[in-house]
């Protein structure tokens, strides 16, 4: 038996993966083929028999910089050479407070204060929380509610999946779950044909502006992810969303949570999805970009190597919960490794490559070169889609690319383009795990020019064999 065939076997006697129907798994032939790897470096991963893979969707979002970066390799081997772990509460060390320090320098003027998880979605379970207890802290009882977007996806967790559109993940809980109050997204798939994105984002803010002027005094917070729907299949939206609704949020008295966990880190073009909303015409000093009262951020901030995330929030609410012990205000969540300093340094190193590798100028091109090269793709007859922001491009399948009737989820047929990626060529595959009917890429940082070409030319190869009939 090979290595390969042999952790496969060891795998599936007692792991049981995320996100995953294990039967899937099973037989000589599996629907989906379940990959051992033994190393990775930049953007390749590398199985027991030698066999490259490009990582072309950065293992799940998070490698910004690609695998095993020598910097934060670096970083990591000495930090663990001083210390490994310590409870943050009552207790603290340089790389919590260093990183603190540079998020707020990094986040949208007026977050100032970062408080430590170790996953995304506890990091929105600390927005959600904070939010009410606020409002609480205030003496205003009545806020109990959010406000969420349809084909939203916030995490896990049963706070964080509440806040999820209604969706395959979340379905099967809603019993469980807090029901959110949902506006239908601004979505600009759904737009009517010749319509602009500037249109239609407006257009659709209006339901958000009722919904806020209906139930603002029953209403903690609205949380978003900024400009893209990434788990909902790269959903994208104009910026000029993200303007009205800090606009509305501020008069309406409810909170904005902005959910940057999958599109922070320069992943859209500029360093926050946030960035991007433009000015404010009525200001005098008109500057692009708002400041939410949350911002959640984790997958891209340790550079895909070590589990970390941070909400941020500003001193307002900071200082509502300061008051004497007895008061009862205090903030009183942790997590057993919140502040990890290993995970820290790690996100320190990702922050110095920020400095100095500039990578937000070098991905203009490579963004414009994989737009480029995805020609041929656009034009395929069941390509209903191509839209593209920054890193992310994803491509959208179509039973009927015209009317966008979509596939039936039962065919699979992003599945189809997934094996088809990973094992047609005889040299490489590339790793372009679907959401239903959306193969996208969002690739590390460090993809060459060559390797987008390569990376190209097998997705085109995947949804021509994933569309035939
Ligand atoms: C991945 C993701 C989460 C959840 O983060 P986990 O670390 O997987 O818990 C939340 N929100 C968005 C937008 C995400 O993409």
Redesign the pocket.
Known sequence: MSLNDALKQRSLAHVWHPCTQMRDHAGANPELPLIPIRSAEGVWLTDFDGRRYLDAISSW?TNIFGHRHPAIVAALKQQLDTLDHVLLAGFTHEPAVELAERLVKLAPPGLTRCFYAD???SA?EVALKMSFHYWRNSGCTRKTRFIALTNS????TLG?LAMGGPSIYRDTYAPLLLQPIYVPSPDCYERAPGQSWEDYTRQRFRLMEETLARHADEVCAVII?PLVQ??GGMRMYHPLYLRLLREACTRHRVHLIA?E??VGFGRTGRMWGCDWAPPDPRATDAQPGITPDFMCI??GLTGGTLPL?ATLTRDEIYDAFYADYREGKAFLHSHSYTGNPIACRAALATLDLFESEQPLAQNRLLAELMWRQTAELRALAHVAEVRQQGMILAIEMARNARSKEPYPASERRGLRAYRHALSAHPDFGVLLRPLGNVIYFMPPYVITPREIEQLCTIALAAVREATRD
Not at 153 to 156: L, Q, R, T
């Open positions: 979002w996953n995304g979605s929105i996806y916030h995490g896990e964080a992810e990434c788990a959910d966990i999958a984790s997958k995330a």
